[in-house]
């Protein structure tokens, strides 16, 4: 069955230090993925996607995703957390041209 | 530019009752999901409208829920005979494509 799934509810990271969030998934045939994040009383807002091509990702805010197709995984990853960027992440996957399942959601608390 | 728009942003209602919650997508895009996002939950696909294709209705809960969308653009979600698990975020999001997808703020649904 086709599945996403972030196995941490929550993220703590101290400020300045690099963060990842973690997405794997299990979809047959060649996945289209992406990262969303919502900030609080906010829309959900897109982050960035991988569709083909480079495995490493760039997005907004800095932010980027490697994709690992021998580990079916799609991690967020930031060289150096802000405040800022607190808020919840989903990583969703594509499987067909209208399905996308999204993740249960990664609460990231940055801690200043 | 203008983003997606949802009316209303919070809807009160007894059991029993038929609600209608809209969406007013950007213009242009073709592409236009409904979700359902839960307490502390992902968010659950319901239905998917593409141009002028008949749209994808599978992620749809039960035959209580029925949505349209008209001349291609503003599009209305209809939960009849509300029951209290029906109370959530209701988001409904649009693109030029099912790849990147805006998403408006949402409205909350609560069933008495």
């Known amino acids: 069955a086709q599945s996403v799934a972030q196995p941490e509810d929550q993220v703590n990271v101290a400020e300045g230090n690099p963060l990842t969030v973690k997405c794997t998934y299990s979809v047959s045939g060649n996945p289209y993925l992406f990262w969303y994040v919502q900030y609080p009383n906010r829309g959900l807002q897109f982050l960035l996607k991988y569709i083909t091509g480079d495995n490493l990702v760039k997005g907004s805010y800095g932010f980027e995703a490697e994709f690992n197709k021998s580990q079916t995984s799609f991690h967020l990853k930031k060289p150096s957390a802000l405040v800022s960027d607190s808020a919840l992440y989903f990583c969703a996957v594509r499987f067909s041209a209208s399905k996308i399942i999204f993740g249960s959601g990664t609460r990231l608390s940055i801690r200043p | 530019g203008a983003g997606v728009s949802q009316s209303p942003s919070n809807k009160v209602t007894e059991k029993g009752k038929d609600v209608e919650l809209r969406c007013d997508p950007i213009?242009?895009?073709?592409?236009l999901y409904w979700y359902r996002q839960s307490l502390g939950q992902g968010l659950e696909f319901l239905i998917y409208f593409q141009g002028n294709s008949a749209p994808d209705k599978s992620g749809l809960p039960s035959d209580r829920f029925s949505a349209e969308r008209t001349g291609g653009s503003v599009s209305t979600l209809t939960i009849q005979r509300t029951q209290q698990e029906d109370s959530a975020v209701y988001l409904c999001?649009?693109?030029?494509?099912?790849?990147?997808?805006?998403f408006g703020p949402g409205t909350r649904l609560t069933v008495l």
């Open positions: 999001a649009s693109g030029p494509s099912a790849d990147t997808q805006y």
């Open positions: 213009s242009g895009h073709t592409a």
